[in-house]
């Protein structure tokens, strides 16, 4: 797991993961300027980058990024990553999927995790 929040906050989230049976192999924090979350927004695809490269490149099934607003589709390239899933990943997969472009998702590196599956399911396709 990849998130741009202060330290307090990321160990909510992992706690509240790992209750719900979702083992957290890694974990990387982006640091931001602040500990104010709004912060976040003042981050870049090179901090997304930069947190990618330091997880492990292999053992994990997949890694999430959190904090949407932190940039990641230009971060987001995983030859030689698990697959990575985020928001902005997420949001940009429906647009496509919306646009009739859902090929596209292929080129994202979606499909292997089945996501055009879910979409097709999600919507009753």
Do not use: F, Q
Not at 21 to 39: C, F, M, N, P
Not at 77 to 103: E, F, H, Q, T, W
Request: charged share 25%.
């Amino acid at each position: 797991m990849i998130a741009p929040y202060p330290a307090d906050l990321i160990k909510a989230g992992h706690d509240y993961l790992e209750s719900r049976g979702i083992h957290i192999a890694a974990l990387e924090r982006v640091v931001t300027k602040t500990t104010d979350t709004r912060s976040i927004y003042l981050t870049g695809v090179a901090d997304a980058r930069a947190a990618l490269e330091r997880m492990p490149k292999t053992g994990l099934d997949a890694i999430l990024v959190s904090g949407t607003g932190m940039p990641t589709l230009g971060a987001v390239d995983s030859r030689g990553l698990p697959p990575v899933i985020s928001s902005n990943l997420c949001v940009a997969a429906r647009a496509l999927d919306l646009a009739g472009k859902s090929d596209a998702l292929d080129a994202l590196g979606l499909e292997p995790l089945g996501w055009r599956k879910r979409l097709d399911e999600a919507y009753g396709r």
